[in-house]
């Protein structure tokens, strides 16, 4: 995470990941406040509950391409490049050959698809399905 994500600008400003003082997280105690810790291990943000998961196999650092997936076979090109549009310039866009349910959306910039990733990712696209938001493998 330091090596990928030190540094990069996320909404406008620069993050900084250093190695934490701490060995480990204790949530707090009932009736302790609860407010500044979370736990997000059930959430449906956090994307790599499975170890051994396909997910873990395809975990890419930023780059201005993102992988989708969870597409509904209704929803057009247009439609998706229209919700990514909201936030920056979309460069290209390409369904995969073997599978629609999936695609490579490119942005103008990689802090674009950083902020595109945050804002997109489990994005309720229809009744029965959330967006899938990730770093597609790439060069740039």
């Excluded at 490049?81 to 695609?103: H, I, N, Q, W, Y």
């Amino acid at each position: 995470a330091i090596g990928h994500l030190n540094g990069v600008r996320v909404f406008g400003k620069e993050m900084k990941v250093t190695n934490s003082k701490h060995t480990s997280v204790s949530l707090p105690k009932e009736g302790e406040d609860t407010n500044l810790t979370k736990d997000y291990m059930n959430s449906p943000l956090h994307r790599f509950k499975k170890p051994g998961s396909k997910n873990f196999q395809n975990i890419f650092p930023p780059s201005r391409t993102l992988h989708l997936s969870n597409i509904p076979e209704s929803v057009t090109e247009e439609e998706l490049t229209s919700m990514f549009e909201d936030c920056g310039d979309v460069a290209d866009f390409r369904f995969l050959p073997k599978d629609r349910k999936m695609a490579h959306l490119s942005m103008a910039t990689t802090e674009e698809a950083i902020d595109a990733l945050i804002k997109m990712h489990n994005y309720k696209i229809s009744e029965t399905h959330h967006l899938r938001v990730s770093f597609a493998r790439s060069s740039n």
